[in-house]
């Protein structure tokens, strides 16, 4: 046991013995003689938040990471005393805090200890820059795992690691490198079967020690603010990562052909050549939404201006593009030319919108357009000025959708690739540094882009990009996981970044498919493309100097796989809409883990490769040359191979046979996958028949379909059509059960069902009670049928 002498010695300071606690409502309130307040905060019975003032002060009560939307509310709170402890108990969790030394701990309602704190909350002073480093050390339970925490480019569980969080524009990262481009302080703990979150909402720099440094010890500490975290309880990991999503919020529902495949580059330019790659899709048959324009479309990289001699006339080369079915998507940087002939910088110089340092210059730094200057985002006026900006952009011209990049904010030539850390910032009324504001910069770039543009493209719906993040980002915008290397490495790298980032509530995540560095070859661009296409946001980008990276740069075969992969997003863009639906409104992540998906088996909590792509569908990708196939762990239950309708047991690992044209692809029993013809882009077809395609199981499975207009908020005033299939299958026997919900009528008469898997052949088929002849519904062999009505019942009886 250390002791308080100790600590004391190494020039922390801890809280001694409490001597006053009050109670406010959903407030508890602690403190000791030394002038530590411990502010606890019910939000449910199962979320506690905790925060540490010292000399008796707290900070203004601000956060941009926490959604307004967050639902709270608990059903019980009692505060009991001993001579030793305070007991709080609420409807899920037992919580003691020691009146010695304010320590806390937690256990379940069993008496199972679930988080407890080993110092606990101490700090130490910062006489450089003023106020604490903050810190709070816990013990590490026995046999305990750690997820989630962003972008971090490392083994999935972060047992025996050390990270911290300070978004950076990394060029080429390593495996393993950190800090990356987001900040997310949000990690899960899974021990004894139960998980727990902890986010620690703080935009400076943090760190965390996942028993790196002392074996049994957790810990995380940040240069400044306040120590301020949330205590999640599962104690399902599910019900973790949905009440984190809940706490920092979701996006509503992009457009759909945000869901579909889009290409990008450093940069297609000029006019000609974009139209080149648009006509190669189509010619091709090659499905694709959008098409990306990099910095190159500006004059000069000025943003919110055009390269005329390169895109002589934006509006009617968007337009045609347009008619095509190509949505275009642009650049647009932080940093602003120091130009006093430019427009944005006039406006930026008239209204004092640039960011200053400490003694008052403003900001400067080197971006692609050489000496900038910085818009202050965190200043709300300037993030009014800045969504207007996008007007003629949007309204005009009409590009659909930007991208915002270097947004951490990037600078070139200075070590620290960043700002100065005396740079001043607004943070919304609450005056401050570089090094409180940094981590959020980007987020409050991307918030102020998204609410230009979802002004500008009413009544469509907003679709932006961001490369910077914090904790909460995922409201305003999706994100692609930065500059990666065209390596087998960076293949294992994307697959885990998506993951986690999804299982830190940031599920409309992808990678720069077949890498932005360096180029691939076919074989690793064909796997990458494989599993780019189960990821939620699906585009391959590279820098261009290496050579093309368009689906067809390859050869013909990898052009086919290629086309085959994107043909299958195309089909599944029911199931993967449904996957957005559920995210959006129950913060359920579109990826799961497999530790996610199963935290009981215990085989799961080391595993990387393997994800459950919504909620019934099982990926492992190919992530070596010459494969044929590789070993992979099957998660418990049965599932089919989606090649072959083999039916596998799970519950271990087995070899799967993927040669090039295939990637190990499973589908739970009992499921219904929804499925749409395949279309050359979103909106292409009328849709005049859904497959379903359905999974024999002898037993119960629940599957779900959203559908609405695919754009525009016509969903929000109920007009969307969500179905529940109610699976239940017997020996000789199966029935499905709809409910329907919603006011949306979907454009389709019909539904195919194709069964997979049926253990007999069809002797009798009843839609809504009545037989139908087998003719009717033309049978088509054993296992295909077409229902030409919204059924509420179907009612197969076999042989
Ligand atoms: C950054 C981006 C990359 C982009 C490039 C040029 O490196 O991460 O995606 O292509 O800048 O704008």
Same mark, same amino acid.
């Given at each position: 046991m250390i002791t308080n002498t100790e600590l004391e010695y190494k020039g922390n300071l801890y809280p001694n013995t409490i001597v006053d606690f009050y109670r406010d409502t959903d407030k508890l309130y602690f403190t000791t003689s030394n002038g530590v307040i411990l502010e606890i905060t019910i939000l449910r019975d199962s979320i506690i938040r905790f925060r540490y003032a010292t000399e008796n002060i707290f900070e203004p009560d601000f956060s941009y990471a926490i959604s307004e939307d967050v639902s709270l509310g608990y059903n019980e709170l009692e505060v009991n005393e001993t001579p030793t402890e305070y007991l709080v108990e609420t409807a899920k969790l037992r919580l003691l805090v020691d009146k010695k030394t304010m320590r806390t701990q937690i256990s379940d309602l069993d008496g199972k200890i679930i988080n407890e704190d080993e110092l606990g909350f101490h700090w130490e002073e910062n006489y450089e820059h003023g106020g604490n480093t903050v810190k709070m050390s816990k013990i590490t339970q026995s046999a305990e795992s750690f997820y989630g925490m962003g972008d971090k480019a490392t083994h999935s569980n972060l047992k025996g690691k050390r990270v911290s969080n300070w978004v950076t524009d990394q060029y080429a990262y390593g495996k !393993?490198?950190? @800090? /990356?481009?987001k900040a997310i302080p949000f990690f899960i703990g899974l021990h004894n079967n139960k998980s727990y979150g902890i986010f620690f909402d703080n935009s400076f720099r943090t760190y965390f020690d996942f028993a790196h440094e002392r074996r049994n010890i957790t810990s995380f500490w940040a240069d400044g603010g306040e120590m301020n975290y949330y205590f999640i309880y599962g104690p399902q990991m599910d019900q973790v990562v949905k009440s984190y999503t809940n706490l920092t919020g979701t996006p509503e529902l992009p457009p759909m052909w945000a869901m579909g495949y889009h290409q990008s580059k450093w940069s297609y330019y000029p006019e000609s050549n974009v139209r080149e790659i648009a006509a190669n899709f189509r010619k091709l048959r090659i499905p694709c939404d959008a098409l990306y324009l990099d910095i190159d479309y500006m004059d000069g990289f000025r943003?919110? #201006?055009?390269d005329k001699s390169r895109f002589p006339d934006p509006k009617k080369m968007i337009s045609d593009l347009e008619d095509d079915g190509f949505k275009t998507v642009v650049m647009i940087d932080p940093g602003i030319k120091i130009d006093k002939d430019y427009w944005v910088y006039q406006e930026a110089v008239e209204n004092d919108y640039f960011c200053k340092r400490a003694d008052g210059p403003y900001m400067k730094g080197k971006v692609w357009p050489g000496e900038c200057n910085f818009p202050d985002f965190t200043n709300p006026q300037v993030r009014e000025w800045w969504a207007e900006l996008y007007k003629e952009m949007m309204s005009e011209t009409g590009v659909h959708a930007v991208w915002n990049d270097m947004n951490e904010p990037a600078v070139m030539e200075? @070590?620290?690739? #960043? +700002? @100065? /850390? !005396?740079t001043r910032h607004d943070y919304d009324g609450h005056p401050c540094s570089h090094r409180k504001a940094h981590n959020i910069y980007g987020m409050q770039m991307v918030r102020a882009t998204y609410d230009g543009i979802k002004k500008y493209v009413y009544p469509k719906r907003p679709f932006v990009i961001t490369r910077a993040a914090f904790a909460g980002t995922q409201r305003f915008a999706s994100t692609w996981t930065g500059d990666n290397v065209a390596t087998w490495e960076h293949l294992w790298i994307a697959n885990v970044q998506a993951q986690r980032m999804c299982m830190s509530g940031y599920s409309f995540v992808g990678s720069d498919i077949g890498g932005f560095a360096e180029q691939p070859n076919g074989e690793l661009f064909a796997r990458w493309i494989q599993l780019g296409v189960f990821h939620p946001f699906c585009r391959v980008h590279s820098s261009g100097d290496h050579g093309d990276q368009e689906p067809w740069s390859f050869d013909n075969e990898v052009t086919d796989i290629v086309r085959k992969f994107i043909e299958i997003r195309y089909q599944l863009l029911p199931y993967l809409y449904t996957m957005f639906y559920r995210y959006s409104k129950d913060g359920i992540p579109m990826l799961k883990s497999l530790v996610h998906y $199963?935290?009981? $088996?215990?085989? #799961?909590?080391?595993?990387?490769d393997e994800f459950i792509f919504g909620e019934q569908i099982l990926i492992c990708p190919v992530q070596e040359p010459n494969a044929q196939g590789r070993r992979m762990y099957i998660p418990r239950g049965t599932w089919y191979n989606y090649w072959t309708d083999e039916v596998v047991s799970g519950g271990m690992e087995k070899w799967v046979v993927a040669s /090039? $044209?295939?990637? @190990?692809f499973f589908v739970k029993e009992g499921a219904i996958i929804p499925k749409y013809p395949i279309q050359q882009y979103v909106g292409e077809l009328d849709i005049e028949e859904l497959q379903l395609d359905v999974y024999y199981k002898n037993g119960v499975e629940t599957s779900t379909v959203y559908e609405d +207009?695919? !754009?525009?908020? !016509?969903y929000k005033k109920g007009r969307y059509s969500l179905r529940n299939f109610n699976f239940k299958g017997k020996e000789k026997e199966l029935v499905i059960n709809q409910f329907k919900d919603g006011s949306f009528i979907t454009s389709y008469k019909t539904f195919r069902l194709n069964f997979h898997g049926l253990p007999f052949k069809m002797k009798k088929i009843q839609v809504d009670n009545e037989t139908v002849d087998l003719k009717d519904v033309k049978l088509n062999g054993s296992n295909n049928i077409q229902i030409s009505k919204d059924f509420t019942v179907l009612h197969i009886i076999g042989a």
């Amino acid at each position: 046991m250390i002791t308080n002498t100790e600590l004391e010695y190494k020039g922390n300071l801890y809280p001694n013995t409490i001597v006053d606690f009050y109670r406010d409502t959903d407030k508890l309130y602690f403190t000791t003689s030394n002038g530590v307040i411990l502010e606890i905060t019910i939000l449910r019975d199962s979320i506690i938040r905790f925060r540490y003032a010292t000399e008796n002060i707290f900070e203004p009560d601000f956060s941009y990471a926490i959604s307004e939307d967050v639902s709270l509310g608990y059903n019980e709170l009692e505060v009991n005393e001993t001579p030793t402890e305070y007991l709080v108990e609420t409807a899920k969790l037992r919580l003691l805090v020691d009146k010695k030394t304010m320590r806390t701990q937690i256990s379940d309602l069993d008496g199972k200890i679930i988080n407890e704190d080993e110092l606990g909350f101490h700090w130490e002073e910062n006489y450089e820059h003023g106020g604490n480093t903050v810190k709070m050390s816990k013990i590490t339970q026995s046999a305990e795992s750690f997820y989630g925490m962003g972008d971090k480019a490392t083994h999935s569980n972060l047992k025996g690691k050390r990270v911290s969080n300070w978004v950076t524009d990394q060029y080429a990262y390593g495996k !393993d490198q950190d @800090p /990356l481009y987001k900040a997310i302080p949000f990690f899960i703990g899974l021990h004894n079967n139960k998980s727990y979150g902890i986010f620690f909402d703080n935009s400076f720099r943090t760190y965390f020690d996942f028993a790196h440094e002392r074996r049994n010890i957790t810990s995380f500490w940040a240069d400044g603010g306040e120590m301020n975290y949330y205590f999640i309880y599962g104690p399902q990991m599910d019900q973790v990562v949905k009440s984190y999503t809940n706490l920092t919020g979701t996006p509503e529902l992009p457009p759909m052909w945000a869901m579909g495949y889009h290409q990008s580059k450093w940069s297609y330019y000029p006019e000609s050549n974009v139209r080149e790659i648009a006509a190669n899709f189509r010619k091709l048959r090659i499905p694709c939404d959008a098409l990306y324009l990099d910095i190159d479309y500006m004059d000069g990289f000025r943003c919110f #201006t055009w390269d005329k001699s390169r895109f002589p006339d934006p509006k009617k080369m968007i337009s045609d593009l347009e008619d095509d079915g190509f949505k275009t998507v642009v650049m647009i940087d932080p940093g602003i030319k120091i130009d006093k002939d430019y427009w944005v910088y006039q406006e930026a110089v008239e209204n004092d919108y640039f960011c200053k340092r400490a003694d008052g210059p403003y900001m400067k730094g080197k971006v692609w357009p050489g000496e900038c200057n910085f818009p202050d985002f965190t200043n709300p006026q300037v993030r009014e000025w800045w969504a207007e900006l996008y007007k003629e952009m949007m309204s005009e011209t009409g590009v659909h959708a930007v991208w915002n990049d270097m947004n951490e904010p990037a600078v070139m030539e200075v @070590p620290t690739k #960043t +700002a @100065p /850390l !005396d740079t001043r910032h607004d943070y919304d009324g609450h005056p401050c540094s570089h090094r409180k504001a940094h981590n959020i910069y980007g987020m409050q770039m991307v918030r102020a882009t998204y609410d230009g543009i979802k002004k500008y493209v009413y009544p469509k719906r907003p679709f932006v990009i961001t490369r910077a993040a914090f904790a909460g980002t995922q409201r305003f915008a999706s994100t692609w996981t930065g500059d990666n290397v065209a390596t087998w490495e960076h293949l294992w790298i994307a697959n885990v970044q998506a993951q986690r980032m999804c299982m830190s509530g940031y599920s409309f995540v992808g990678s720069d498919i077949g890498g932005f560095a360096e180029q691939p070859n076919g074989e690793l661009f064909a796997r990458w493309i494989q599993l780019g296409v189960f990821h939620p946001f699906c585009r391959v980008h590279s820098s261009g100097d290496h050579g093309d990276q368009e689906p067809w740069s390859f050869d013909n075969e990898v052009t086919d796989i290629v086309r085959k992969f994107i043909e299958i997003r195309y089909q599944l863009l029911p199931y993967l809409y449904t996957m957005f639906y559920r995210y959006s409104k129950d913060g359920i992540p579109m990826l799961k883990s497999l530790v996610h998906y $199963d935290q009981e $088996d215990h085989q #799961t909590h080391f595993r990387t490769d393997e994800f459950i792509f919504g909620e019934q569908i099982l990926i492992c990708p190919v992530q070596e040359p010459n494969a044929q196939g590789r070993r992979m762990y099957i998660p418990r239950g049965t599932w089919y191979n989606y090649w072959t309708d083999e039916v596998v047991s799970g519950g271990m690992e087995k070899w799967v046979v993927a040669s /090039l $044209d295939k990637i @190990p692809f499973f589908v739970k029993e009992g499921a219904i996958i929804p499925k749409y013809p395949i279309q050359q882009y979103v909106g292409e077809l009328d849709i005049e028949e859904l497959q379903l395609d359905v999974y024999y199981k002898n037993g119960v499975e629940t599957s779900t379909v959203y559908e609405d +207009a695919q !754009d525009g908020y !016509d969903y929000k005033k109920g007009r969307y059509s969500l179905r529940n299939f109610n699976f239940k299958g017997k020996e000789k026997e199966l029935v499905i059960n709809q409910f329907k919900d919603g006011s949306f009528i979907t454009s389709y008469k019909t539904f195919r069902l194709n069964f997979h898997g049926l253990p007999f052949k069809m002797k009798k088929i009843q839609v809504d009670n009545e037989t139908v002849d087998l003719k009717d519904v033309k049978l088509n062999g054993s296992n295909n049928i077409q229902i030409s009505k919204d059924f509420t019942v179907l009612h197969i009886i076999g042989a």
